[in-house]
């Protein structure tokens, strides 16, 4: 379908019951709707927004166009949980209504203040010309679950020196003060990080570009996110515009972290380590973290990509997120593991302990559509091992650890119908070791796993028929010793149905 603007341009108030049922029933038939995933009830979702913990439950709002698969007028979809594994969709969160977001409300986060959820976002307005103004903009939450725009934006537009490519704050505390990280562009179109100081949350000062040394690094840095943890300053953005290098930048945007001192809030000044990847698969930007009530730093990601043209885009539905991970710094480094909430899905349990020389294997009871894995692999003297999930008659989703490169390789060439075939269907990571130990997450359209305890994470979309539920365990030219603990997830539905 060929969207025209005013069909992208629609806001959800104006969708007709019989609209709304139609796309609906169109959603229902399709064979990659997700189980334990947050996915949006008819057309497309992307980044996670406002993520916050708020009079006893999590809150969580992403972006929504409701008519498609398109990106278009951006609404704010609320979902909320207990436990961070069983959502509620609570529906509409915030419709662009004023015109500040007349062309959509755009990404923010959210922090809570006054026992209010104040939510920070960005509106986005074109003017006769189609050029692009954006303002940031504030919405105040009680604890019913009433939202309330402000009547203006807080910041008016971005500082001398810097686009209107200027969106995505993200607001934390620290002492009296608030802060905000927005993602910008300079005028010589690169990248980079604004931040910004209040009292309030309502007048906010401009301190100055967060200075990363990184002056020339893509030609936008989107959905920014700051916090401290373990005594060092951790920023994260999502850079768009690099270049593919050996094993980095493969998709067609980034997603990744700084690690240093914490950031100098006087002047933005932040000494840092190297760029490093949040992520080492095909689908995974825009995160966004919040802190629990435990301490808990706790990320959730947005499980796709822009521009790219996905196979549930004919059921008129696009995207999910990914399932909550905890943030941990490790050996300079950022590792991510699944919440130990996730364990509540947790149904039949199956283990087993083998050897595996020079042959795949398979156990009963140890198969799928949606379940919970975890693997210990002692490579011995094997060339090459992995696991095969998701196998059918000609598919199957390969990971495997080459033995004589030192690289572990994720491979969906053969995972179901194929789609953005121009950024390949490898993905690897250089990795020297003598035992894996593997922590994965399948659900019906999605493969999630947590590489030596978090050390990679591989995020990736696959769209396999519902007959491919096999798994497979293989050593080549060698001897691996395996275990092998497996939970179904059968049958559960994590995510209730929308209001």
Known sequence: MNWTREQRYRSFSGMTKEEYE???????????RQTFHIQPPIGLLNDPNGFCFHSGQYHLFYQ????????GLKHWYHVTSDDLVHWENQGVGMEP??????????????????????????????????????????????????????????????????TQHFRDPKV??????????????????????????????????FVGEVKTGKNDFGFMWECPDYFELDGKGVLLFSPQGLEAQNYHYQNIYQSGFLIGTPIHLDDGFFEHGEFQELDAGFDFYAQQTTLAPDGRRILIGWMGLPEIEYPTDRHQWAHCLTIPRELFIKNGSLYQQPVREMEKLRRSHTAKFDTINNESKTYDSIYGQCY???????????????????????????????NDKKEIVLDRGKSGERFAEAYGFTRSKPLDVEALSLHIFVDVSSVEIFVNEGAYVFTARIFPSRDSRGIAFFARNGRIDLQVDHWSYEQHEAIRKVK
């Open 97 to 162: 209504q004023k015109w500040f977001e007349s062309h959509g409300a755009y990404s923010g986060s959210g922090i809570v203040h006054d026992d209010k959820l104040h939510l920070l976002y960005t509106g986005n307005t074109r003017d006769s010309e189609w050029k692009r103004h954006s303002y940031q903009c504030i919405a105040i939450m009680d604890k019913h679950g009433d939202i309330k725009k402000h009547t203006a934006p807080i910041i008016q537009g971005p500082p001398e020196g810097y």
């Open 372 to 402: 919970e894995l975890k693997s210990e692999i002692n490579i011995q003297t094997a060339a090459t091992c992995g696991i095969k999930l998701r196998t059918g008659q000609e598919e199957e989703t390969v990971l495997y650890y080459d």
């Open 22 to 32: 139609k796309l609906q029933q169109t959603v229902e038939q399709s064979p990659w």
């Open 64 to 71: 929504w166009f409701p008519f498609g698969p398109v990106h």
């Open 172 to 205: 934390w505390q620290q002492g009296d003060s608030f802060y905000l990280v927005i993602g910008a562009q300079r005028e010589n179109q690169t990248g980079c990080v604004l931040l910004y100081r209040s009292s309030n949350t309502f007048q906010w000062e």
